[in-house]
Nanobody
Framework: QVQLVESGGGLVQAGGSLRLSCAASGSIFSINAMGWYRQAPGKQRELVAAISGGDSAVYSASVKERFTISRDNAKNTIYLQMSSLKPEDTAVYYC???????????????WGQGTLVTVSS
């Protein structure tokens, strides 16, 4: 079993910063990639940023100059440093992991519970 725990969401004013974290735990053989997605009311869930096992990162064009994704392999944790936040960044942010379960070697995609980020104008 693989679980994700997200934290760091909250309420900030426009122009402020937040740092999200996502820790993966459980029976993990390997992690192929981890990423952050977000979903605003009335909109589809979209990719924000993702990072591979080789630390290759991709970003949504709307956040590329403002957000930074990083990982701590020792902790099986990724972070999303968000700066210059805008009201349009308001959404529930979800962590996602693509991993191999340790005992069965099954490929799994697991979602976190989501953490709410609200940016006020």
């Amino acid at each position: 079993q693989v679980q994700l725990v997200e934290s760091g969401g909250g309420l900030v004013q426009a122009g402020g910063s937040l740092r999200l974290s996502c820790a993966a735990s459980g029976s993990i053989f390997s992690i192929n990639a981890m990423g952050w997605y977000r979903q605003a009311p009335g909109k589809q869930r979209e990719l924000v940023a993702a990072i591979s096992g080789g630390d290759s990162a991709v970003y949504s064009a709307s956040v590329k100059e403002r957000f930074t994704i990083s990982r701590d392999n020792a902790k099986n944790t990724i972070y999303l440093q968000m700066s210059s936040l805008k009201p349009e960044d308001t959404a529930v942010y979800y962590c996602n992991v693509a991993a191999r379960e340790a005992t069965t070697r099954r490929y799994l995609e697991v979602w976190g519970q989501g953490t709410l980020v609200t940016v006020s104008s």
